[in-house]
């Protein structure tokens, strides 16, 4: 099977409560490869547009308000089976509902806080990479 990338990004909860080191740590003993990553601060905007899908949902206002209130830290990952193993390794966006062990059953305060984000699928994946890092940078990182 061929590798895979998926975005992650370290939403502004992950960020604000100190756990970029141990949700980054358990990405990489799942297996995943670190292909980018940097810290950076969307503004309402820039939250708007990498959300634009959601623009008609009801929660598109908080998503976006919450998204935009601290840093946060988008992540591109490498792995076969790299968009179903994430979503695994991270749970349901409802940590209520999440597995046992997962990032958001373990972190997560909420729905709307749930301390990472994850590609859905391998084209979203690819465009959402595309959203916070240039070719380029990824290819940079070629190992």
Known sequence: MAKQRT???LKPDCVRK????????RIQEAGFTI?????????????????????EKPFF?????F??????????????NAIEDFRKLIGATNP?????????????D????????GSDSEENGRIEAAYFFAESELVANES
């Open 67 to 80: 998204m935009s209130s601290g840093p946060c830290v988008p992540v591109v990952l490498e792995k076969e």
């Open 96 to 108: 209520a509902n999440a597995e046992e062990g997962t990032i958001r059953r373990d972190f997560a």
């Open 35 to 55: 292909k980018a990553m940097k810290m950076t601060r969307l503004t309402k905007q820039t939250a708007g547009g990498f959300y634009a899908v959601h623009r």
């Open 7 to 9: 975005l992650a990004i």
């Open 18 to 25: 100190g756990l970029i080191g141990e949700v980054i740590r």
């Open 61 to 65: 206002d908080e998503l976006t308000t």
């Open 110 to 117: 909420s729905m709307g806080e749930n301390i990472v984000h």
